[in-house]
């Protein structure tokens, strides 16, 4: 299986006044094409740090990160939007949905920005992941009348409808309740092993983690475990 994302000795470190907080302490790890991956460990492990840079929304300070074949170091402003917008799905915990467009919209913005698609197209795209998520019904409601699961679910089908080749989910079940978020994997991992998408999670769910086909650990930016069993001491 041939590597989607490649960590080789990367580090990050923040300027805290006159101090430095290591986020991440020289971590290698390699994520392959159509795995289904937990990130875990506990709040400022390092978890997002380490998803924020995949996503190439933040730089190593030390260290290569390689998405996708390439070296993100190597690639321009132009070349990293075009990988984030047309390699990369985000699902984020606080969903960052737009507020003043409906569920329709919101699914179709990303189409909207990458382009090379009618408008026909587009909606033939949406209606089909809004269908694959269930929502279908919401289609024309905005953000604000929706529940936490479904704001969750327009952001799963957001993230899903370019078909990216990876997606980066941030603590996906975080806001949710157990039967909400246990819906909400349960759709991911079905899409994985229908579309072969690579996903990759920061949690500290057991939820996620019972799913994954591997749960990577990490502790005070460290990789403490990289293999495929849940981590001890993880509550269902």
């Keep these: 299986m041939s590597a989607i994302v490649e960590l080789q000795g990367v580090e990050k470190i923040y300027p805290l006044g006159k101090l430095q907080v290591h986020a991440l302490?020289?971590?290698?790890l390699a994520i392959g094409q159509g795995e289904f991956t937990s990130v875990a460990g506990p709040s400022g492990s390092g978890k997002t740090t380490l998803l924020n840079l995949v996503g190439?929304?933040?730089?190593?300070?030390?260290?290569?990160?390689?998405?996708?074949?390439?070296?993100?170091?190597?690639?321009?402003?132009?070349?990293?939007?075009?990988?984030r917008l047309h390699r990369l799905g985000f699902i984020f915990q606080t969903f960052n949905l737009v507020a003043v467009l409906d569920v329709f919209q919101n699914v179709e913005f990303p189409l909207l920005l990458k382009g090379g698609l009618t408008r026909k197209d587009r909606a033939a795209r949406v209606d089909a992941i809004l269908d694959a998520v269930g929502l279908t019904g919401q289609r024309r409601q905005r953000p604000s009348e929706l529940s936490g699961g479904q704001r969750q679910r327009v952001a799963v089908a957001r993230a899903l409808v370019t078909s990216p080749h990876l997606v980066l989910a941030d603590e996906p079940t975080a806001n949710l309740d157990s039967a909400t978020g246990r819906t909400i994997v349960d759709l991911m991992h079905e899409m994985n092993k229908k579309q072969g998408t690579t996903f990759i999670f920061s949690t500290h769910d057991a939820r996620v983690m019972e799913r994954a086909d591997r749960v990577v650990r990490i502790e005070d930016g460290l990789v403490v475990g990289n293999g495929r069993e849940v981590p001890e001491g993880s509550a269902a």
Excluded at 25 to 28: E, F, I, K, T
Excluded at 56 to 83: E, F, H, N, Y
């Design 56 to 83: 190439c929304v933040d730089v190593p300070t030390k260290g290569t990160v390689i998405v996708d074949g390439r070296s993100t170091a190597s690639l321009g402003d132009r070349a990293l939007t075009d990988l």
């Design 25 to 28: 302490r020289g971590v290698d």
